[in-house]
């Protein structure tokens, strides 16, 4: 079942989605924009459509199968986007059996909205006091009126001020809203609808049924002894969380560095996993902390200040990284203060991080000088100029400073692997219909990680195919309301890909094999491809910046040299 919400009418009506049958996650997401948004569409105009959707196993109890989808045509790149993101939402919106939320048309008022969903439907309702208020306290005030076990998802004063970079907040099993969907600027876009908050409530929601639960059990008894075998999603991710990556990225040299000039940081262990455990541990916070129900992995955390005041959660590799080493800061209490304020006002913690390395490198402020970094994302919160300016995300802040070396793909902030140290990532940044984003296609895993076999991460053989083969399962993967670490267990242990393929087929009486559910994911990348190229975005904008190609890395002094004849061939399929 879906729900199409118009807010120029305030007018709710019920759509089977009959041509949406088969599809979950961005799968779904992704069809839905391209078949019912004009590429040409302004991001911010009537046009648009901002959708929330569930995964094919969202509510059913699988194991890490928590996530949702949103997807829009994005502010920040132009292009199709898909945010995807954990939290209990997704799974209190299987129990009440439904697929989709279609968020369509602007307001006539300037009021903030809230939609309010339960068993009965969805109720629109104004929330006037909600105005003006950050993620924090919208989602404090919304859980005192329709209570702490609903689930928010909300926007701060950046998606209120339509900010590019703007992202949604969503509460997490705590109700803490530290669960983003981060990239994109999707925050902007339900801000332009009008739309403060979605609360879903899933009292008197029923159990999500099965065409052959038995086989769907054992299907999950598979994936779940997997990723309880594999040592990155029973032992690394558990204990140190995704910034276990800080100290294994730096030694390899690929950690970017004081915007990408360095492959190397030389505080990178006072940042990473193993001192964010001990510290966590050391004040009361905790790790191994799950993000959704159903989370065997665990790889999420609390994060308590010198006083034993929770600071921020979720604190995540990429956070750590962005507003640590890209900005050559070591101090991991301000960076969590700057991961606080980047989820409170409601910005995507990785571009606020690299806007504002190209600051820094502009002269706005000294590489290091963490309280300085914390003022200029308080611009951001207040909306000044100079804050408008970095919310609009980093190749904005390029121009804006006359800055040539802007480490953008499509508009959007290169993350924590540079391509030129890790050049099967580069690939995907370059490639991926997203804008540069790392999850789509991870291969850090082979590149770094040694899972899935080994490709060197300095030499651009390989790199293509390891790319693309990535690319498809993930979109597959995106599809399902799986988790994206799932993959490590799936890579390495033949098991845990029979047990999702069990556990969907399952779940919806079909007979579909693993190439059938590759080609969904080849098809997942077409329609996002097809959309952009009606965005007037097409291969011809599959690369990276000038000078990855042209600037050594230390301490390897390579560059980015996989040819650009090479990149047009990943979609070749």
């Known amino acids: 079942m879906f729900y199409r919400v118009n807010m120029a009418t305030l ?15 961005r799968a779904l997401s992704s069809r839905i924009v391209s078949a019912e948004v004009d590429p040409a569409a302004h991001p911010l105009g009537a046009a648009n459509k901002l959708v929330f959707v569930t995964g094919l196993l ?5 194991p890490n199968g928590g996530r949702m989808s949103l997807g829009a045509k994005s502010p920040l790149t ?3 986007k898909e945010s995807n993101v954990g939290g209990p939402m997704s799974t209190k919106l299987g129990r009440l059996g439904i697929r989709g939320i279609i968020v369509e048309g602007l307001p006539n008022k300037d009021v903030p909205y809230v939609l309010k969903v339960t068993a009965a439907g969805i109720a629109i309702e104004e929330a006037p006091g909600l105005k003006g208020l950050d993620i924090y306290d919208t989602a404090a005030a919304l859980q005192k009126q329709y209570g702490a076990k609903a689930a928010v998802g909300c926007i701060g004063t950046a998606g209120e001020n339509k900010m590019a970079q703007a992202c949604v907040g969503f509460t997490d099993m705590e109700g803490a809203p530290t669960r983003q969907a981060g990239r994109g600027g999707l925050g902007a876009v339900m801000g332009s609808k009008g739309l403060k908050a979605i609360v879903v409530d899933d009292a008197r929601g029923r159990p999500v049924s099965f065409a052959d639960e038995a086989a769907f059990r054992a299907g999950a008894k598979k994936l779940s002894g997997a990723l309880l075998a594999h040592p990155v999603t029973s032992q690394g991710l558990p204990t140190y969380g995704t910034d276990v990556l800080a100290n294994i990225l730096s030694e390899a040299g690929g950690l970017p560095t004081r915007n990408f000039s360095s492959g190397r940081f030389e505080g990178a262990n006072n940042i990473g996993g193993e001192t964010l455990h001990a510290t966590a541990m050391e004040r ?7 993000c959704s129900p159903g989370c065997i992995i665990r790889c999420s955390n609390i994060y308590k200040d010198k006083k034993g005041d929770v600071l921020t959660g979720g604190f995540e590799y990429e956070s750590c990284w962005s507003l640590g080493a890209d900005l050559g800061i070591d101090n991991l209490d301000d960076i969590a203060l700057m991961n606080r304020l980047c989820d409170d006002y409601g910005v995507d913690t990785i571009e606020t991080g690299v806007a504002l390395g190209v600051a820094m490198e502009a002269g706005v402020a000294k590489f290091g000088d963490s309280k300085a970094a914390i003022e200029l994302i308080k611009e951001i919160g207040k909306a000044t100029p100079l804050g408008r300016i970095l919310g609009s995300g980093a190749e904005v802040t390029g121009k804006a400073f ?3 070396r802007v480490p953008t793909v499509k508009g959007q902030a290169i993350p924590a692997y540079d391509p030129r ?3 099967g990532v580069g690939v995907t940044y370059a490639t991926t219909p997203m804008g540069a984003d790392h999850t789509a296609g991870y291969s850090v895993t082979a590149n770094i990680l040694s899972v899935g076999g080994k490709v060197d991460p300095l030499k651009p053989e390989g790199q293509v195919d390891l790319s693309r083969n ?6 597959f993967l995106d599809s399902t309301g799986l988790c994206l670490f799932v993959a490590f267990a799936v890579l390495d242990i033949p098991e845990a890909l029979e047990g999702i393929i069990e556990m969907c087929n399952a779940r919806f009486g079909w007979q579909k094999t693993a190439d059938d559910y590759l080609e969904m994911g080849k098809q997942v990348l077409r329609d996002e491809r097809a959309f952009n190229a009606g965005a007037g975005i097409g291969q011809g904008d599959d690369d990276l910046p000038e000078f990855f190609r042209k600037e050594q890395l230390p301490p390897h002094n390579v560059v980015f040299d996989i040819p650009k004849s ?6 070749n399929f």
Do not use: C, M, R, W
């Open 284 to 290: 009361g916070g905790k790790t191994g902390h799950g």
């Open 11 to 25: 007018a709710v009506s019920k759509d089977d989605g009959p041509q949406y049958q088969g599809l979950g996650g």
């Open 566 to 571: 090479e990149l047009d061939k990943v979609f």
């Open 58 to 62: 969202s509510g059913t109890g699988a």
């Open 402 to 404: 006359g800055i040539t």
């Open 470 to 475: 990535l690319q498809i399962a993930t979109a």
């Open 421 to 423: 140290a890790v050049k």
């Open 78 to 80: 132009g292009t199709i």
